[in-house]
């Protein structure tokens, strides 16, 4: 069965709004690592997984630009450390 085009935007925003409840590097971290260790517990759906990681990603730059984003633009990635 063929999901539709905005299933995973869908899901990733989704995530992306559980993440903005975190404020901090860390919290977000904890989160993150918790639903992740949940889907490999579920059989680790790589459209899930991957959604989780755009939108782990996308949260990451908010907190670092301290400024929500619809969609982070592509001059801002080069400024995000890998670890913030």
Known sequence: MLKSPNAHSSLRETYLLKFRKCSTTETLDRVFERILDKLNDEGGDMNKITSLNGAY????????MKKNYDKIPASMWHLIPDEI
């Open 57 to 64: 990603d996308h949260r990451r730059a908010e907190i670092y």
